[in-house]
């Protein structure tokens, strides 16, 4: 995601929140949860004021329309994807061990059902891939970003020796991406929580199928080193799940 850049600019801009600056944020924390479950177009400005228990003129006041209110609630979304995932994901060593970490935390975000309608993204994606304007092209822009970052990792474990410099990058991405989809996929409709253990499984065997010996001390030391994330969250089980064995042998 772009946000993976822009980060370490979030955290050094935080300050003290002046107060109409924390109920706008109150207001989007609200609307970030009932989009995620009913859809970008189910907010409106009636339906937080009663939920908030806030004036319409109130909330008119802060988002002067309907995309206004739409866009900063996807611009919520954001922030809090940051926090989840791409902030605890940065703490690891870039290549193989990143692009584990960022898969491991997207799926911890998902299951921990940090928004009550699962990933954001995935369901605003899906609301609008078909409506032209700002709003689909904000999601798009923002989802385009996670799968180039996704890919980015790859590439540079590439370019490390972590991973066959053969390999399609774009390919790979696409596949990783694809198999975090389907776990949020089958865990909002069938409440399958065995879906997210398919998906590392599938994950860690995809790697196997590209991994040098490079990488593999790489994945080994992450493992040896895995210690439970901030706010005592599990730690990554993708290696756990598929042991990494690189089955060719090289001169």
């Known amino acids: 995601m772009k946000a ?3 980060i370490r600019e979030i955290r050094n801009a935080r300050k003290k929140i002046p107060k109409g600056e924390k109920t706008r944020d109150e ?8 989009a995620s479950a009913e859809g970008l177009e189910g907010i409106t400005i009636g339906r937080l004021a009663d939920e908030l ?3 319409k003129s109130g909330l008119f006041a ?12 996807v611009g919520k979304a954001r922030d809090i994807f940051v926090r989840e995932v791409v902030g605890p994901a940065l703490s ?3 290549g193989i061990g990143r692009l584990i970490a ?27 891939d078909s409506r032209p304007g700002q ?7 923002l989802s385009r970003s996670w799968l180039e970052a996704l890919r980015g990792e790859i590439v540079f474990a590439q370019s490390t020796g972590q991973l066959d410099s053969k390999l399609d990058s774009a390919q790979l991405a696409f596949e990783l991406h694809a198999l975090v989809h389907g776990a949020n996929w089958a865990f909002q409709l069938f409440n399958d929580e065995k879906a997210f ?16 010996p490079t990488g593999l001390k790489h994945l080994r030391v992450r493992l040896a080193g895995t210690k439970p994330g901030a706010n005592g969250r599990k730690p990554a089980r993708i290696t756990k799940k598929a042991s990494v064995r690189h089955t060719r042998t090289r001169k």
Do not use: P
């Open 4 to 6: 993976i850049s822009e």
């Open 27 to 34: 207001i989007l924390q609200a609307a970030v949860h009932i």
């Open 53 to 55: 228990e806030l004036s």
């Open 62 to 73: 802060h988002f002067g329309s309907k995309e206004e209110l739409q866009l900063a609630v």
């Open 92 to 94: 690891a060593e870039r």
């Open 102 to 128: 960022m898969l491991d935390e997207w799926i911890s975000y998902i299951g921990r059902s940090v928004f009550r309608g699962g990933c954001f993204f995935m369901a605003s994606a899906i609301e609008f």
């Open 135 to 141: 709003v689909r092209n904000l999601i798009a822009e």
């Open 197 to 212: 253990e398919l998906a590392r499984a599938g994950i860690g065997r995809r790697l196997q199928a590209g991994v040098t």
